[in-house]
């Protein structure tokens, strides 16, 4: 039997991972109510005018999020006859595409690839071995897409510089070549030090501030 996107909830998807794709509650809830309207009423026009009906935000507001819905090729209006279907496509896509990194990186594979960067980047920064926040960080950042070759490359940019490699200018580094494979891929990225990882906090609770390396590194 094929494995479709209908058999996921996606809508848990999406309030999990919505701030990591750069939305805010508005653009959530015109997506949530757009797809109930559709649902009842097939169709029924997807307009900033229907959706102030169900919703407190004005037409102004709605337009601006369908907007930037669109924008980010998450939304898209389709001709199915006469009538004009707002589309999630884009979204389901995006949605289906990060859920299986995330049970790719779970199963044996993602274990062996994560495994692989550690035993990569430990003889890089000739550690022995990495603290929990530090295994955290690299286990955020090969979930979020990043690669074997992605970390070679900020290895190899950063000793370009005559720095020494640190997972301070790795982790910026990554980010940096995360943003670039995204306007590649996409034309925009919505990634950013606070976006990328909401266990920031407890890095900052549980990092070493006695011994930290940051002030050299400009």
């Given at each position: 039997?094929?494995?479709s996107?209908?058999?996921?909830?996606?809508?848990?998807l999406?309030?999990?991972?919505?701030r990591g794709?750069g939305?805010?509650?508005n653009?959530?809830?015109v997506?949530?109510?757009?797809?109930?309207i559709?649902?009842?009423?097939p169709?029924?026009?997807?307009?900033?005018?229907?959706?102030s009906g169900y919703?407190t935000?004005?037409?102004?507001?709605?337009?601006?999020?369908?907007e930037?819905?669109?924008n980010?090729?998450?939304?898209?209006?389709?001709?199915?006859g006469?009538?004009?279907k707002?589309s999630?496509?884009?979204?389901?896509n995006k949605?289906?595409?990060?859920l299986?990194?995330?049970?790719t990186?779970?199963?044996?594979?993602?274990g062996?690839?994560?495994?692989e960067?550690?035993?990569?980047?430990l003889?890089e920064l000739?550690?022995p071995?990495?603290?929990?926040?530090e295994?955290?960080k690299i286990?955020a950042?090969v979930s979020?897409?990043?690669?074997?070759?992605?970390?070679?490359?900020?290895v190899?940019?950063?000793r370009s510089?005559?720095?020494?490699?640190?997972?301070?200018r790795?982790s910026?580094?990554?980010?940096r070549?995360?943003?670039e494979?995204?306007f590649?891929?996409?034309?925009?990225?919505?990634?950013?030090e606070?976006?990328?990882d909401?266990?920031?906090?407890n890095e900052?609770?549980?990092h070493?501030?006695?011994?930290?390396d940051?002030?050299?590194?400009?």
């Amino acid at each position: 039997m094929e494995f479709s996107f209908s058999d996921i909830d996606w809508r848990s998807l999406l309030l999990k991972r919505y701030r990591g794709y750069g939305l805010g509650e508005n653009e959530v809830m015109v997506l949530l109510v757009a797809d109930q309207i559709q649902k009842i009423d097939p169709t029924a026009p997807i307009t900033s005018e229907t959706l102030s009906g169900y919703m407190t935000i004005t037409s102004e507001e709605i337009d601006a999020c369908l907007e930037r819905l669109m924008n980010r090729k998450l939304i898209a209006y389709v001709i199915e006859g006469t009538v004009a279907k707002l589309s999630f496509e884009g979204l389901f896509n995006k949605l289906f595409a990060d859920l299986q990194k995330d049970i790719t990186l779970k199963r044996d594979d993602g274990g062996k690839r994560l495994s692989e960067i550690h035993a990569y980047l430990l003889q890089e920064l000739n550690r022995p071995s990495f603290s929990p926040v530090e295994q955290d960080k690299i286990a955020a950042m090969v979930s979020e897409g990043a690669t074997i070759k992605m970390f070679r490359t900020a290895v190899n940019n950063i000793r370009s510089k005559s720095n020494r490699v640190t997972m301070t200018r790795l982790s910026q580094e990554i980010l940096r070549l995360e943003k670039e494979s995204d306007f590649d891929k996409e034309g925009y990225t919505v990634r950013n030090e606070v976006v990328r990882d909401t266990r920031k906090l407890n890095e900052t609770l549980a990092h070493d501030w006695v011994n930290d390396d940051s002030d050299d590194e400009e």
